[in-house]
């Protein structure tokens, strides 16, 4: 087939990697024309395992890059629509990028073309985009709008793309979806599985993946409703988590108790200091706004985002017992993204933590394995340093914070750790380690609903380089 994907950002690059990857002709469109000359030499601008090699393998073959929208839609069988719809001021999404990406394919349209909604968009925007594209000139009959939302984790985006957990196809046609049942076969055939140079896959997959028929109104539907119900998880398990440090209870053993239950699953059950990134915060609140126009009021998901917001100030003030005065301390920081296995520090817990900290009047060494760059805009003028890695951070540090959940993370040296902290505390916003594990380690320990841990004779590095 003969794809053109409209936006080149993380969805967009991702998916025509991907559609590349199992076969088809893709042409990348993007109005960034600094951007494209970029990705055409290889470089990737966002952090993502795979990714590169899979541009690498095809640029220039199946995969090539252009900034006129007019020709790519003239040769393609399908135009996805990969745009950004950041929030409004109401939490409404803005749809005026999709809009004026309609607009200029329907001036284009010459033959049938499927335009395919994969931003996440709320629901009747299939509507109005065939109604924007007829207004500006395309025949009725030559198109068909379709939404085929992206379930794409960052981090982990490649093999959520090809080895998805359901491909979610939402057409009011019969021959839209035909073709976009002929787009994915590949994968829904298994037959792309049997490629020696496939990606490999994850350990928990099944295959092939389940496909989804649905009307445009519930895939468009299908999508907020599942982020706004992994933001509730989310949620719900941070709330289970606080209750237990008010009786002493130990969260991971609840979450054991209630994950092992097959109708609720352990995934997204892991406490924390809330989530963060493009998604979640961006659909819930979307979600909500269209409940809220259709006449349905989802306080559910307020309570779900107040869970989250304070989920970040109950953090600060576990910094703050386990250092009582803020002001002066040198802090240690790891993690900047907002997840591990990306450099997205978009809606960031660990940059709002930092950034409450920093008008305390701390000063902080941070280091994150890929987010640096992009932190360093964010906080640019702050009281911060960048390190080269995590005891470069910790050195000479009052105490030592963990924010993101990367795996190095949880894999550091902790005697050489403590050697280089000036004082053995850990606040560990991500539970990353086991608090008898950190005890015998020398360190006084705090997680998140877990009781805090100390070792019987604390000893701090500076007082043995003076013994």
Wanted: aromatic content about 8%; glycine content about 8%; proline content about 5%.
């Amino acid at each position: 087939m003969r794809i053109a994907v409209v936006g080149s950002g993380y969805v967009g690059l991702v998916a025509g990697a991907c559609f590349a990857e199992i076969g088809h002709n893709v042409i990348l469109v993007d109005n960034d024309v600094r951007k494209l000359a970029e990705l055409e030499n290889g470089k990737v601008p966002i952090h993502e395992e795979f990714l590169p090699e899979l541009i690498g393998r095809h640029v220039g073959t199946r995969l090539s890059f252009t900034a006129d929208l007019p020709s790519a839609v003239s040769v393609s069988n399908a135009v996805f629509i990969a745009v950004g719809t950041p929030p409004t001021v109401d939490g409404d999404a803005d749809l005026s990028y999709v809009e004026q990406v309609a607009c200029e394919i329907a001036g284009a349209i010459e033959d049938y073309k499927v335009v395919v909604e994969k931003s996440t968009v709320p629901v009747y925007t299939n509507e109005w985009v065939r109604r924007a594209m007829i207004l500006n000139g395309a025949p009725q009959d030559m198109f068909d709008v379709v939404s085929n939302p992206e379930f794409l984790r960052e981090g982990t985006a490649v093999t959520d793309f090809l080895y998805p957990d359901r491909i979610v196809i939402g057409a009011d046609s019969l021959r839209a979806e035909q073709l976009l049942q002929q787009i994915y076969f590949p994968l829904t055939s298994g037959r792309y599985y049997e490629d020696a140079l496939a990606i490999p896959p994850p350990s928990t997959t099944r295959l092939p993946p389940r496909l989804i028929v649905t009307s445009a109104k519930s895939a468009e539907l299908i999508k907020h409703a599942s982020n706004a119900f992994l933001a509730m998880k989310i949620s719900f398990v941070n709330a289970v988590a606080n209750v237990c440090e008010q009786v002493g209870a130990d969260v991971e053993q609840v979450v054991q108790g209630i994950g092992s239950d097959s109708r609720i699953g352990n995934r997204f059950l892991r406490p924390g200091i809330g989530y963060g990134g493009s998604c979640f915060p961006k659909d819930v609140s979307a979600f909500q706004a269209v409940a809220a126009e259709s006449g349905y009021e989802l306080g559910l998901l307020e309570e779900v985002r107040n869970i989250n917001q304070q989920q970040r100030k109950r953090f600060l003030r576990k910094v703050r017992r386990a250092l009582w005065n803020l002001k002066g301390k040198n802090l240690a920081v790891l993690g900047l993204a907002f997840k591990g296995g990306t450099d997205d520090i978009r809606e960031s817990p660990a940059i709002s933590v930092i950034e409450a900290l920093l008008r305390d009047g701390c000063r902080i060494a941070a280091y994150d394995p890929a987010a640096m760059e992009r932190a360093k805009e964010a906080l640019s003028g702050s009281s911060i340093r960048f390190a080269d890695d995590a005891y470069d951070a910790a050195h000479g540090a009052d105490a030592l914070l963990i924010l993101t959940d990367w795996e190095e993370f949880s894999n550091l040296d902790l005697t050489r750790l403590r050697e280089e902290l000036r004082y053995p505390v850990i606040i560990d916003g991500r539970n990353l380690y086991n608090p008898e594990q950190m005890v015998k380690a020398g360190f006084i320990y705090s997680s998140v609903g877990r009781p805090d841990a100390f070792p019987a004779t604390p000893v701090t590095s500076a007082a043995k380089k003076a013994a």
